[in-house]
């Protein structure tokens, strides 16, 4: 039986590149020499003392996991009352893309209909027991959204810098919720040097993706409820729609995690980071077999939380491919369109763009048999697809009253 809860088995702060140890009960932003800080725990201490068995009876949220979080204190937890998402298992898309075993994650229950609210559960939750009141951070409209109302929750003010043509919904969850926002005529690239600036002014604390340190324990337990759903059992791949690659570095980290204290054996699913055409600086990256990525010039693509040109914790995402065998692709905005009508007309599925980009490169995995048929493979569906109410112009016939609706019924939908 694992020690109740306050007990705290986080030990410190440590810099992955250049492997200082900081506190962790002060508060950071990156190591001097400029790398993401991460969470390190007493993984012995766990593995002699923790069992699957102590998570039955807990409730179903993220913090069943509270052994491989940060948080010091029960009380500190801000919950807008995330769930563990669904498995959906997709049997008529797998059979058509010779993926039989083709399972999803459907992220778009949580609230505010984004993975990023797992992200801001334990980042705002960890903000304010360490005293922050000010927070602020560029963003693609989704994680802006998300910390913006769990800051709301925790009194805590937020400074939000978005670009113009994010997703209009995201600005409102920011406005609503009281935040300070701003829209940038840029990109993420350029809120986030806006945010820069504005916290050398002002003192407030930058929640910039992987500029604090937890933000990546919120996601990372996405991993961890995945393996506790197969039963601790590994799939063979797990695809992951990369922007700054919070996800799938918190994913990897989830699953080294665990196999450091034994709870899953045998080799890690191969990490598949799938980006747009439009915005690929990790599938370059990748190709170049690089340890770093490139700034992306010009980048676009509907799917709005991957159009991350540089990400800062890119060096660790290539580290996670590099390690599981896994590998990077960029998927058309064609294949995200397609494959998103093919999602719901098969399966009744609303996924968001970038969980359609998912599946649109699971199914050229298959085709060029990089994934074998055999293969249980995850697909991690970030968001709502209602999250995007604005982005697609559907076309329809507009009828007037008197007109017949039989001579309209165009098979639209059955258009494939
Ligand atoms: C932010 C976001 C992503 C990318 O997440 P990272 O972990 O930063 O790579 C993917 N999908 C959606 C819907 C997002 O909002
Ligand atoms: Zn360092």
Redesign the pocket.
């Given at each position: 039986m694992s020690e109740p809860w306050p007990y705290r088995y986080a030990m410190h702060l440590a810099c992955p590149r250049c492997e200082a140890i900081h506190d962790l009960d002060s508060l950071q932003q990156l190591c001097p020499c400029g790398s993401p800080l991460l969470v390190r725990y007493d993984l012995a201490g766990l593995a002699a003392r923790w069992r699957p068995e102590d998570l039955a009876g807990r409730p179903w949220n993220l913090w069943r996991y509270h052994e491989l979080l940060p948080l010091a204190r029960p009380e500190a937890i801000v919950s807008l009352g995330e769930v563990v998402t669904p498995l959906i298992e997709l049997p008529s898309l797998g059979d058509d893309m010779q993926l039989p075993r083709l399972v999803m994650k459907d992220?778009g229950l949580l609230p505010t209909g984004?993975?990023?609210a797992r992200?801001a559960a334990v980042g705002i939750s960890r903000a304010r027991e360490l005293g922050v009141t000010h927070l602020a951070m560029p963003t693609?409209?989704?994680?802006g959204a998300a910390w913006a109302l769990y800051a709301a929750r925790a009194g805590i003010e937020a400074t939000i810098a978005m670009p113009e043509d994010a997703p209009r919904i995201t600005r409102q969850e920011c406005t609503l919720a009281g935040a300070h926002l701003t829209l940038v005529d840029g990109l993420i690239s350029d809120a986030g040097r806006q945010v820069a600036r504005f916290v050398e002014a002002t003192g407030a604390f930058d929640a910039s993706?992987l500029k604090e340190p937890y933000r990546i324990e919120g996601?990372k337990t996405m991993g961890l409820e995945l393996a506790e759903q197969l039963g601790w059992q590994l799939p063979d791949v797990i695809l992951?729609?990369?922007?700054?690659?919070?996800?799938?570095?918190?994913i990897y980290k989830a699953l080294q995690e665990l196999q450091a204290i034994g709870w899953v054996s045998g080799s890690l699913p191969r990490l598949v980071a799938v980006q747009a055409k439009g915005c690929a600086p990790i599938v370059r990256a990748w190709q170049e077999s690089a340890h770093e990525s490139r700034f992306w010039e010009h980048s676009r693509t509907r799917?709005?939380?991957?159009n991350?040109p540089k990400?800062l914790g890119d060096f660790l995402?290539l580290e996670a491919l590099y390690a599981t065998e896994g590998c990077a692709i960029a998927v058309s905005e064609s294949a995200i369109d397609w494959e998103q009508r093919r999602a719901a007309q098969l399966e009744g599925t609303f996924v968001?763009?970038?969980?359609a980009a998912v599946l649109a490169a699971a199914r050229e995995l298959s085709a060029s048999g990089e994934i074998p048929a055999e293969a249980k493979v995850i697909a991690?569906n970030?968001?709502a697809g209602i999250?995007y109410p604005d982005s697609r112009d559907l076309g329809l016939p507009l009828l007037a009253p008197e007109e017949d609706l039989a001579k309209h019924h165009a098979p639209y939908g059955r258009a494939l």
């Open positions: 992220e984004s993975f990023k992200g693609n409209g989704n994680a993706t996601k992951y729609p990369t922007g700054g690659g919070v996800g799938l570095i918190g799917a709005f939380g991957i991350v990400a995402v968001c763009p970038e969980g991690l970030t968001g999250k």
